[in-house]
């Protein structure tokens, strides 16, 4: 069974940062590729960002790109975000996903596992 772990939201500023971390409990952790969504109140859950399973490929929403940065460290089996700049616009509860395909993926329907989401909060 895969369970996802997600903590480091909270409530922020306009303009300023916070750190997701997504830890992952699986044996093979390095063989998902992983992603961020985030859900805001009245809204669909939508796509932030992905990482390959390596490390080595990334891809972003354009709402986030240039703001926020994803990583992992496979060792650890913990994916991040790290995000800058926070906007209101970026309030959300942050939900970590597992993709076990081959294929990496910007939608939910790509994702097998998730984690309960984390609140994050950016005041004006």
């Known amino acids: 069974q895969v369970q996802l772990v997600e903590s480091g939201g909270g409530l922020v500023q306009a303009g300023g940062s916070l750190r997701l971390s997504c830890v992952v409990s699986?044996?093979?952790?390095?063989?998902?590729?992983m992603g961020w969504f985030r859900q805001a109140p009245g809204k669909e859950r939508e796509f932030a960002a992905t990482?390959?399973?390596?490390?080595?490929?990334?891809y972003y929403a354009d709402s986030v790109k240039g703001r926020f940065t994803i990583s992992r460290d496979n060792a650890k089996n913990t994916v991040y975000l790290q995000m800058n700049s926070l906007k209101p616009e970026d309030t959300a509860v942050y939900y970590c996903?597992?993709?076990?395909?081959?294929?990496?993926?910007?939608?939910?329907?790509?994702?097998?596992?998730w984690g309960q989401g984390t609140q994050v909060t950016v005041s004006s």
């Open positions: 996903a597992a993709n076990s395909r081959p294929l990496i993926s910007t939608t939910p329907t790509g994702y097998s596992y």
């Open positions: 990482i390959n399973w390596s490390g080595g490929k990334t």
């Open positions: 699986v044996g093979t952790f390095s063989s998902y590729h």
